[in-house]
C-alpha cells in the first residue's frame, strides 16, 4: 500500500470511528459483557494415544462433554486419537496411555503441564477418572490446591465420582474455569385496566 493510500485509509477509520464513538462504545459494552459470561477458558484439542480401547475413549469423550456441560459451555476440550509411536514427543497437549505399575503409588492418573497420563486399569469407573484428570488439567486442585475435601465429587482424592458436586464448583470457581451465573432477575410489567377485573389483584382479605 502507498503511503498517501494509507493516510486515506487511516483518516476514514478515524472519522468512522468518531462518528459513530457512542454506539461503538455501547457495542464494546454489550461483548465486554456477554464475553465475560460465554468467553471459553479452553477450546484446545487433546492429542490422544492410539493404545486407547474403544471402550476408554468412549469414556474419556463423555468426560469432555461432561466438563463442557458442567462449566456451562465454557470448556470445550476435544479430542483426536492421532498420538502415536512417532509423534509422542512433539503433538500437545497429550494424553497419554499408561499402566497402573507405571504410576505413583498406583495412582490412576497425572498430569503434568499439557500432559495428561492415564492408567484406565486402574479405574472401576472409568468416566469419573477421565472427569478427575482434565480436571488437574484445566488446573483445579493443584499444588498446592488439594483435592476437594468431600467425597463423591469429581475431584475427590479417592474415589473420584463422575457426577459434579458442590466441593468441584466452589474449586471450579476459584481457579476462574467456570463463572457464577448472573442471578436470574425476572422483570414483570402489569398494566391494569380499572375497568377489568384483575384476578391478580384480589388478595384474600
Ligand atoms: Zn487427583
Known sequence: MTHLAAVLRGSLLAMLVSSCAYYEDRAADKITEIG???????ERIIHGDDEFTGHEREAFEAGLIAW????RGRVR?????????????TLRPALFRVLPNDMHDGRAGAVEGDSIWWAPEAC????????HEVGHFLGLCV???PHVPYTNNVMSATNPSRNFGYGDWRECLYVGVCKEPRPDVTVVTVTVDPTMPNPSLEYPK
Open 68 to 71: 463442557a456441560q458442567f462449566t
Open 124 to 131: 472401576p469407573d472409568k468416566q469419573a477418572c477421565a472427569e
Open 36 to 42: 465475560k459470561l460465554m468467553a471459553p477458558v479452553d
Open 77 to 89: 476440550l476435544r479430542v483426536i486419537w492421532d498420538l502415536d509411536g512417532t509423534n509422542y514427543l
Open 143 to 145: 499444588f498446592p490446591r
